[in-house]
C-alpha cells in the first residue's frame, strides 16, 4: 500500500480539538491595576453564569498584559490589559459541544461593554512562524513509518 503525501489530508488542530478560549482585553489606558482585576472578575463570572458548570475546567486571568505567543514574543505591558483563559472540560464531559460553548463565550464577550478592546478566539495550538513544530503520526498500520519518512523529506 503506498500513501502519497499530496492526497493525504492533515489538519493539524481539528475543530473538535479546540479546548481553550483565549480572551484579549483592554480597558482604557490609564486604568488602575486593581480596576482591571475587577472588571476581569465580572467577565469571568458572565462566563461561569452561562455556561453549564460541568462545562468549564478552569478559568484564569493574567492582567498587565494579553500576550498570546508562548513562545516569547509580546505587546508589552499594561496594567489595562489583560487575557483570560477559558479551558474547557474534555468533550465527553461535556453537556454541550466545544464550538457551541467557544460561541458562548463570545456572545459573552461582545456584551462586555466595560472594556475597550475585548477579543475571544480558540487557542490555535500552532507555533508561531519560525518556531519548531513537533507533529505525531498515529495509527496501527505499519505504513505510519513510511509516511513518517516522507514527513522528512516534505
Known sequence: MVISLAFLRIELHPETAMDTVLIQTELPTGTPFDANVAQVKLLQQAIRDDLDPGDIKNISTVVGHHDTDM???SDGLNQAWA????????????????????????????KQTQFSLIYAAAASGAPVLGEAAELEIMSEDSQRFKVAEDMKDF
Not at 84 to 108: E, G, N, P, Y
Open 71 to 73: 513562545f516569547g514574543s
Open 83 to 110: 487575557m483570560t483563559t477559558v479551558q474547557f472540560s474534555h468533550r465527553d464531559d461535556m453537556t454541550t459541544s466545544h464550538k457551541k460553548a467557544l460561541q458562548k463565550v463570545k456572545d459573552i464577550a461582545a
